[in-house]
């Protein structure tokens, strides 16, 4: 009942090699294709968006505006008008309705088997159109960001059971700081990730989470969904409620054409939700974020059927707060709000007071290691290989 699971086993020693150094397959013949309904019902209103459609909208650059300097620059940068165009469609065309009904195909995990070092190859070929501060593949960012956390949270990067003394403190602003509920001031005052969360003693999968973050954005390609931009990329936002200040463009009121705010069941600020019912409960906007996290949960469920059977598994799992970082790290308007406010504290339980640290310090690795200078990819590939064998089977479900 079981033999489907034996196909993630290893073979023997070359299936346990890591594959960096082999010739990059065609990836096209790698893949299982096949097609999902994307159907459902939703809000009774009028729908007059069309799921392929395209922003009309133009930005208009005054050439005597200073150039905005930064990272997540949205108001003057090199690719504003992709930029522009793919947050109109994500704010408009992200619905209940669809989301759910993307949901419902993507957790079948019926797109690929494939391991994880192989799916990073199809990084090479995306490009995040939602992104204002660079164009370079994804998979040289899937490495800066590995190396940014490594240079940050570890003091030697061949001991990753243990962090530095980083305070939680330092991953906020001093407004944001101040801004923060007295309680979870208290929580974070005076402690470190370590510290804050004494339960995990193996750091190890940190890094990989890093390297890993993005790997959703292959919902994008062909055979894995074939996504648009504004399906796979960009800040996500919380569905079936009001849209809330602190989302990216919220002053250009691009929700106001998405049919859900016309939805009466999805007004107010609860809209469909308990009060601090906590992100785990709630409907987020469908993208790569979501993908690999119920691919992460995938893996976890066949290594337990595994573990049950006898049968050998990695010698290392991801924590459930790897899966967490996975699905929200892009909910920007929560860990790292522009401006107007911490977004959605209302809906936030206290366990995602407990994990924002966790965001913010993977979010500064994701933001702050865009740079010109890549990496060394090729002797990057083994360190990370082994990782990635200690972390998962030869091949997971897609």
């Known amino acids: 009942e079981r033999g489907w699971l034996k196909s993630f086993l290893p073979q023997g020693p070359e ?21 999902a309904s994307i159907g459902g019902q939703g809000c009774d209103e009028d729908r007059t968006q069309q799921e392929g459609a395209v922003s009309p909208v133009a930005v208009m650059e005054d050439p005597k505006k200073p150039k905005t300097v930064g990272f ?50 199809f990084l090479d070929t995306i490009i995040d159109e939602s992104d204002p501060d660079n164009d370079l593949p994804q998979s040289y960012h899937a490495y800066q960001t590995a190396e940014s956390v490594l240079s940050r949270y570890f003091l ?23 801004s923060l509920p007295a309680q979870a001031q ?109 691919v992460l949960e995938g893996h976890a469920s066949d290594v337990q059927q595994l573990k049950d059977a006898g049968e050998p598994v990695p010698c290392k799992t991801l924590p459930p707060e790897a899966i967490y970082m996975v699905r929200f790290h892009s909910f920007y308007p929560w ?9 959605y504290t209302h809906l936030a339980s206290e366990e995602d007071w407990r994990l924002l640290p966790l965001l913010k310090a993977l979010q500064k690795s994701d933001l702050y290691s865009k740079t010109k200078d890549l990496p060394p990819i090729e002797e990057l590939e083994a360190f990370y290989g082994g990782l990635i064998h200690d972390h998962f089977l030869p091949k997971l479900r897609w």
Not at 156 to 178: G, I, M, Y
Request: aromatic share 12%; proline share 5%; charged share 20%.
């Open 15 to 35: 299936e346990l090699r890591l594959r960096s150094c082999r010739p990059r397959p065609n990836l096209a013949m790698s893949v299982v294709v096949t097609t």
């Open 72 to 121: 997540r620059n949205y108001e003057d940068s090199e690719f504003q008008d992709r930029v522009h165009r793919t947050y109109y469609n994500i704010q408009t065309l992200q619905t209940v309705e669809s989301v759910t009904a993307k949901l419902s195909s993507y957790r079948q995990l019926d797109k690929a088997v494939m391991s994880v070092d192989h799916m990073m190859q």
């Open 156 to 178: 030697d990067r061949h001991d990753l059971q243990k962090l530095s003394r980083v305070p939680l403190e330092t991953f906020f602003s001093s407004k944001e700081w101040a």
């Open 186 to 294: 208290r929580m974070y005052q005076g402690r470190t990730l370590s510290s804050h969360l004494p339960h995990i003693t193996d750091w190890s999968w940190f890094p990989l989470v890093g390297l890993i973050h993005d790997l959703g954005k292959v919902c994008m390609e062909e055979g894995f969904g074939s996504m648009p931009q504004w399906s796979g990329v960009g800040d996500t936002f919380v569905l079936g409620c009001d849209f809330d200040p602190s989302n990216i463009f919220s002053e250009k009121s691009f929700y106001a054409m998405n049919p859900d705010s016309k939805c009466r069941a999805f007004q107010g600020k609860y809209g469909m939700y308990k009060p601090n019912c906590g992100f785990n409960q709630v409907l987020m906007s469908f993208g790569h974020d979501e993908y690999l996290a119920l």
């Open 335 to 343: 860990h790292t709000p522009r401006g107007g406010g911490r977004g």
